[in-house]
């Protein structure tokens, strides 16, 4: 039996990453963290978001069958990936539902105030992979778009029931 994907929708610093960490700790379950990869793959070529808008679908592509193969193998995937766009969700939708998955999308719907305020306070910490301005925030912000009903997916609402600093 396929296992199930967790998907992460949620603006800069809503606790993605918090929640990620959260839903891994059960058993027979991987996480895979974008940050990471694109820190590795590309760190010197991530600079502005225009890069960040060019090279990420480079790593989904690269990723993504062998999401579906790990979800064929029985196991539960959680990505701290942002699906923050009807196109990033579709990708990772049909990747999970050509394994067979179950899908789900983890929506932290918080404001942008509250978000802003925690980036602050993770980029001061420096424990993250990138620290992203006021500027970058709302230029990232921009691109954001909640999930729709009409998208197909399962949509569990964390809300601010997520405190974390993902």
């Not at 999970?96 to 980036?119: K, N, Q, T, Y």
């Amino acid at each position: 039996m396929a296992g199930t994907l967790h998907l992460l929708c949620g603006k800069i610093a809503a606790g993605k990453s918090t929640l990620c960490a959260r839903l891994a700790v059960a058993p027979g379950t991987v996480a895979i963290g974008q940050d990471r990869w694109l820190k590795t793959l590309f760190g010197d070529e991530l600079k502005e978001v225009a890069d960040y808008v060019r090279i990420a679908p480079r790593l989904n592509a690269a990723l993504g069958p062998h999401v579906t193969e790990l979800l064929k193998a029985g196991l539960d995937v959680v990505l701290d990936f942002p699906a923050n766009t009807r196109a990033t969700r579709a990708f990772w939708r049909d990747a999970g539902e050509s394994a067979g998955a179950r899908v789900l999308l983890h929506f932290i719907d918080l404001p942008d105030d509250v978000c802003r305020d925690r980036l602050r306070r993770r980029n001061a910490e420096g424990g993250h992979e990138f620290a992203a301005s006021d500027a970058q925030f709302d230029r990232i912000t921009a691109y954001f778009q909640p999930p729709e009903e009409d998208e197909g997916l399962t949509v569990v609402r964390a809300g601010t029931a997520t405190t974390g600093e993902g």
